[in-house]
């Protein structure tokens, strides 16, 4: 009996160590819940980080091939040239056209698409309608060289698109998504010159894009600087939606 009111003291001083303990632990528990949470976003943007590395490794590999395909298509043809031969009179020299004869003319690059192009639009320039068998029968004499240039620039465009750049897309709004396409979809929208955004704009108005390149060229706005003055008919535009040529939400994209 003398020592009860001590026992009382210790118990419950035990009592509060326990509940000292169980108040501290689960301080302990909530820091390293955080530490937890921290690594994993750390984890999360460190991922991120390396895909964007190995998705920059291909894409940038992939321009590359595009403009090494580029600089080698090449085109030959004939030109008029005026031959002139001396003709003698006396003791005076003359010079007189007298026939014509063909120079062979060789061009590369951007250059065969341009000359490619102004030959196709004499024929488009005939008529509003039949533009796409005018652009298959061109196409055709270039198929060898155009082919290869819109599979890798079709292949480019596709890999931007279902690339997943986030680590958890779920918890990204489709804006962020797209604003980082748009961003790469605009460095391809850069090297294409303005007879190769022409070729592209009817080689997706006909069978050979319609069906499934045409919708990144709307999706991503990849005719955004095309020469429209080029394009004999106002009618052959419309058959594109208007966000092919005008980005949408420019002032999120900043582009």
Request: one cysteine or more; charged letters at 30%.
């Amino acid at each position: 009996d003398m020592f009860g009111s001590v026992n009382a003291i210790f118990s419950g001083l035990a009592l509060s160590g326990i509940v000292l303990s169980i108040l501290l632990q689960r301080k302990e528990l909530r820091l390293q819940r955080q530490e937890l949470k921290d690594t994993r976003r750390e984890f999360a943007i460190q991922n991120e980080t390396l895909k964007i590395q190995r998705f920059e490794n291909t894409f940038f590999s992939l321009l590359n091939q595009h403009h090494q395909i580029v600089n080698a298509i090449d085109f030959r043809y004939y030109k008029n040239k005026e031959k002139r031969i001396k003709i003698r009179s006396g003791h005076k020299v003359s010079r007189k056209n007298t026939e014509e004869e063909k120079e062979i003319v060789e061009i590369y690059g951007r250059d065969v698409f341009r000359y490619r192009y102004n030959r196709m639009k004499k024929d488009l320039d005939k008529g509003e309608n039949g533009f796409e068998q005018i652009y298959l029968n061109h196409y055709k004499e270039a198929q060898t060289d155009f082919g290869h240039y819109f599979r890798n620039l079709y292949r480019i465009i596709k890999i931007v698109d279902e690339t997943s750049f986030f680590y958890d897309e779920n918890n990204v709004s489709e804006t962020e998504i797209y604003t980082i396409k748009y961003k790469y979809s605009s460095i391809i929208r850069a090297q294409i010159s303005d007879f190769e955004l022409l070729w592209l704009f009817y080689n997706c108005l006909t069978i050979n894009g319609k069906e499934k390149f045409k919708g990144y060229i709307e999706h991503y706005s990849l005719l955004k600087n095309i020469p429209k003055d080029l394009v004999p008919y106002e009618s052959h535009l419309n058959l594109y939606e208007i966000r092919a040529f005008n980005p949408p939400a420019k002032q999120l994209l900043n582009a």
